[in-house]
Nanobody, 126 residues
Framework: QVQLVESGGELVQAGGSLRLSCAAS????????MGWFRQAPGKEREFVAS????????DYADSVKGRFTISRDNAKNTVYLQMNSLKPEDTAVYYC???????????????????WGQGTQVTVSS
């Protein structure tokens, strides 16, 4: 069992930056592929970024490439999402997910996520 708790979401102006954190409980964090997803009102939850178990392989949605960076610290059981050059269309609830089944490359499908956090709200004003 893995419990995930996100933090760091807040209201920010367009062009600004935020860093989200996702802290995991348990001793199996390093065995999971980690991902960030987001869900805007009235829309499906969508993939944002993922990293493999070591953190050396990362993947991003086209909409965030070059602006967002995912990283993980296995010693701290934490995965991060650094978000720069934020746009109003980045407004959403951001969720982290953990997968024991993901390959660690090519992204992380929602269907392979075993555990979800409760989400953190990111609002980007224009």
């Amino acid at each position: 069992q893995v419990q995930l708790v996100e933090s760091g979401g807040e209201l920010v102006q367009a062009g600004g930056s935020l860093r989200l954190s996702c802290a995991a409980s348990g001793r199996t964090f390093g065995r999971h592929v980690m991902g960030w997803f987001r869900q805007a009102p009235g829309k499906e939850r969508e993939f944002v970024a993922s990293c493999n178990r070591s953190g050396y392989i990362t993947d991003y949605a086209d909409s965030v490439k070059g602006r967002f960076t995912i990283s993980r610290d296995n010693a701290k059981n934490t995965v991060y999402l650094q978000m720069n050059s934020l746009k109003p269309e980045d407004t959403a609830v951001y969720y982290c997910g953990a997968s024991s089944r993901g390959s660690g490359s090519g992204g992380l499908p929602k269907s392979l996520v075993d555990y979800w956090g409760q989400g953190t709200q990111v609002t980007v004003s224009s």
